[in-house]
């Protein structure tokens, strides 16, 4: 069996890990290609990484939608299925047609719910007890395609890259046990609910802005959970932004005005919610390096009552 592999992120690499370890053959792995990172060094997908090592034919192209020359190199390899996760990219319906048997997408939600480009960080957002993965058809719309098979496992206290990590192991285990059985004619495709859908969108740097009157303390401390380690969470603090790296929800409540410090102390920083009382234990100040509550507020003073955010 031929299999073209399309992903980029470390979740990628995992679904392609594990296709290289179950024996299939991989005539050809397309990823994003080469970013410059920090100080403008070039930094390579994870899924190149993962390709590079085990000697796999690697593309980048930086577009595949009316790529001609891209949709004839698919052509000519012919494969028997392609199987994209965590590309990117939509997958256009000349590629999506093109192997005799359709493309499969590894997806990190349960579909029809969190549909779209940020599931996991979402699943953290909203408090569902449960993430997962769903392997699917893929259709020309945004996730909307037949389901094959479904996993999930509790989000419990896990923050983004290490519910990433949970994900990207389960999502490998279905994969390889519901390729063969797709292949073999053995699953008969589930239709999703559209009426129960919900799509998430591209995680942007402001998302990480705290709102204490608008958001409770709980809502905070998932937020910091679901955008570790980019973009973390953040208040306005001496016309810059004050990062907040440790957080823990009080079981307490406070009689101030949400956004107002209610302690100051070695244990930490006390702000009050809309609901609750968030405790900052670890900080970064604008212009600081990252440091312990308690230790910062040693050197500057943030008196109760002081109003954040």
């Known amino acids: 069996m031929k299999i073209v592999f399309m992903g980029t992120s470390e979740f990628a690499s995992v679904q392609l890990s594990r296709l290289i370890e179950d024996g299939y053959e991989i005539p050809l792995v397309v990823t994003q290609p080469d970013r410059a990172g920090n100080r403008g060094k070039v930094t390579f997908p994870a899924v190149k990484v993962t390709a590079l090592e085990k000697g796999l034919p690697i593309l980048q192209p930086e577009r595949i939608r009316n790529n001609e020359e891209f949709l004839e190199i698919l052509r000519e390899i012919s494969p028997d299925v392609i199987v994209v996760a965590s590309y990117g990219r939509i997958v256009p319906k000349e590629i999506l047609e093109l192997p005799a048997k ?80 797709y292949m073999a004619g053995e699953i008969v495709p589930e239709k999703q609910d559209d009426t129960s859908a919900t799509v998430t969108g591209i995680i942007k740097k402001e998302d990480g802005r705290v709102d204490f009157a608008a958001m409770t303390a709980e809502e905070i401390e998932r937020r910091l959970r679901a955008f570790t380690p980019w973009p973390g969470i953040f208040c306005d603090y001496e016309g810059g932004a004050l990062k907040l790296l440790a957080v823990e929800v009080l079981p307490v409540s406070a009689n101030a005005l949400p956004g107002a410090v209610v302690r100051s102390g070695k244990e930490g920083l006390d702000i009050a919610c809309r609901e609750g009382v968030l405790r900052v234990t670890e900080l970064q100040a604008p212009g600081k390096k990252r440091m312990a509550a308690g230790a910062f507020l040693l050197g500057h003073r943030i008196d109760p009552g002081t109003m954040l955010g």
Do not use: F
């Not at 940020?118 to 020309?140: F, N, Y």
């Open 102 to 181: 359709g493309c499969i997408n590894v997806h990190a939600s349960l579909l029809p719910k969190l549909r779209g480009a940020s599931p996991i960080q979402h699943a953290i957002l909203q408090g569902d007890r449960e993430a997962g993965v769903t392997i699917m058809m893929m259709a020309e719309g945004l996730d909307t395609g037949d389901m094959l098979s479904r996993a999930a496992l509790e989000i419990g206290t896990s923050d983004y890259p290490e519910l990433t990590d949970r994900l990207a192991a389960l999502g490998a285990q279905l994969l390889s046990d519901t390729l063969p059985r």
